[in-house]
């Protein structure tokens, strides 16, 4: 079968269709159809069970690292906080 959407073609504008370039109309509906092929890898991508799982993996990850302590306010504060001296 020919493919006559001249994927990831150089799209040479300007010129007359008789010296085997394309028109503005092709290059649209290519366009159109590049897009719509990588929605489609896209769509397939999203509902593959690996890529699924990965917010469940985060999640596990997350849980076996140990949680940092945190800082009180007061000495956040003071360490952002320039000193002043006179």
């Known amino acids: 079968m020919n493919d006559t959407r001249h994927k990831n073609g150089n799209w040479n504008l300007g010129a007359a269709n008789s010296e085997g370039r394309v028109t503005f109309d092709q290059i649209t509906v290519a366009v159109l159809m590049d897009i719509r092929d ?3 890898k896209l769509n397939r991508l999203l509902h593959c069970p690996d890529f699924m799982a990965i917010p469940s993996k985060l999640d596990a990850i997350h849980k076996k690292i ?3 302590k945190r800082r009180s306010r007061s000495a956040q504060h003071a360490k952002t906080t320039p000193e002043v001296t006179r």
Do not use: F, I, S
Request: charged share 35%; glycine share 0%.
């Open 38 to 40: 990588e929605l489609q």
């Open 66 to 68: 140990p949680a940092r």
